[in-house]
């Protein structure tokens, strides 16, 4: 079955400075920050929810239909897709944009400083689901605001299934916005934070969330997942990794 995966392509560039911040900021002089961190690490990685979700879905063996907006500096990744047999129907080249990238810097106290462009992920919105075909299941992931509430909208028209994945795209949405959001989904699946902020958001509990959905899904990081699914509730454990030799 192909699953149309709606959501940002991204590089991210991931720094290490070898020290601490607190070393180097003066607390009663961030009015007038001026700062320079030397990195000691740099690496560049394959970002963004729609090419991560896709990598994982295809190793678990299954159909992934990528659909994103990279820029002009995007094709290395068009290419990255493909080599990993991960079909690119849905991804879309903005010419006069750059790929949305990612900046991260970490300290030795795990402390981090980010800086996100969005690029070419703000008009995710050209792309439409009804262009693309034999699609099964959708999930739609973080991306450009208009891009998610159209890609969610279309999904509902057609009478796709699909998941609904708001993630760190959430702080986007009103109340009202969300609760549309959640309503033409078949699935959410959220953290634990996001699930609180939603309540919070929208005015509903967990139970009534999970009344309108199919299932939904609270990921608990170490300690596993939640699924609440026809009026039950199902406790997953996590996955112990396996140290390969």
Request: glycine residues 10%.
């Amino acid at each position: 079955m192909r699953t149309l995966i709606c959501g940002s392509l991204a590089f991210d560039t991931i720094m290490v400075f070898p020290d601490r911040f607190a070393r180097h900021i003066l607390p009663d002089q961030t009015h007038m920050l001026s700062v320079s961190f030397q990195i000691s690490d740099m690496r560049r990685e394959w970002g963004g929810c729609a090419g991560n979700i896709g990598y994982n879905l295809q190793a678990l063996g299954g159909e992934p239909v990528v659909m994103g907006a990279l820029g002009s500096d995007g094709e290395s990744y068009r290419e990255r897709l493909r080599e990993l047999g991960i079909a690119i129907d849905g991804v879309r080249v903005i010419d006069d944009a750059y790929t949305a990238q990612a900046f991260i810097i970490t300290d030795h106290d795990d402390n981090q400083i980010t800086a996100f462009h969005p690029g070419a992920m703000n008009r995710s919105q050209l792309n439409r689901v009804d262009d693309m075909s034999d699609i099964g299941l959708g999930i739609v992931s973080p991306d450009g605001k208009e891009g998610m509430q159209q890609h969610a909208a279309q999904f509902a028209a057609l009478r796709i299934p699909f998941v609904f994945d708001p993630g760190q795209g959430l702080p986007l949405f009103t109340g009202d916005e969300l609760a549309q959001m959640i309503e033409s989904a078949t699935y959410l699946t959220v953290n634990d934070y996001e699930a609180k902020l939603l309540s919070e958001r929208t005015g509903w509990s967990i139970a009534e969330m999970a009344e309108r959905l199919d299932a939904l899904v609270v990921t608990l990081g170490g300690e596993g997942s939640i699924i609440h699914a026809d009026g039950a509730t199902y406790t997953i454990p996590a996955v112990a990794p396996r140290w390969l030799p």
